[in-house]
């Protein structure tokens, strides 16, 4: 069997991959993830996955590297990783009463073909209506100052929903296992 890697640090991504019991490693690409002039958002998630696959193809040689980069829209801004609790106030302040897309870019990279599967995978989050004070309460339980759009959809933040739409809810979190899937029986791994 090919072996896995995925090009990560994150541990959200890490527990998502790990529920296709398939054996894999991890290591942290080091790339500029700063988007280009003018890129759209699709286009960002799709390179920065290619480029962080491709960023540790030299050292891992006979792999099948998994790269993944998820971005959040609000009316046609990226909400970024938050990182304090001021400014995941102000991100879900702004999201109270409207929808957001999380756009999560996904490369499968063969690096002994150098052969690429890339897609991005769309998934929208109707917020409800939110006051400062159930703001402030989740933030204080949960401290998601590492996700973008400041909540963490797989624990508490999802009492900040009205609705979800979308065709696969593991790319709220990171890593779109539907596609995912799909991308590694191309490449002949089967799962289960």
């Known amino acids: 069997m090919r072996r896995l890697l ?4 994150s541990p959200y ?11 894999f490693a991890c290591s942290a690409p080091e790339i500029d993830e700063t988007g280009f002039a003018g ?3 699709e286009q960002l998630v799709r390179r920065l996955a290619q480029e962080k696959a491709e960023a540790l193809a030299g050292t891992h040689k006979d792999h099948l590297i998994i790269g993944s980069d998820q971005v959040a829209v609000l009316e046609q801004s990226i909400l970024g990783k938050p990182r304090t609790f001021d400014r ?4 879900l ?9 999380f756009l999560t870019g996904l490369a499968l990279l063969d690096s002994r073909t150098g052969a690429s599967q890339i897609d991005c995978i769309s998934f929208t989050v109707h917020f409800r209506t939110l006051d400062d ?3 402030e309460r989740y933030l204080q339980a949960e401290q998601p100052y590492d996700c973008a759009g400041s909540f963490k959809a797989e624990g508490l933040g999802i009492s900040l929903f009205r609705s979800t739409e979308g065709s696969d809810v ?6 779109p296992l539907i596609r995912l899937v799909d991308m590694l029986n191309n490449a002949g791994i089967e799962v289960p």
Do not use: D, W, Y
């Open 6 to 9: 995925l090009a990560s640090s």
């Open 39 to 41: 890129e759209p958002p």
């Open 170 to 175: 593991t790319s709220l979190i990171g890593l």
């Open 133 to 135: 004070r159930r703001i």
């Open 93 to 101: 302040q702004s999201c109270s009463g409207k929808s957001v897309s």
């Open 13 to 23: 991504r890490r527990e998502l991959l790990s529920r296709l019991q398939l054996e």
């Open 88 to 91: 995941a106030k102000q991100q």
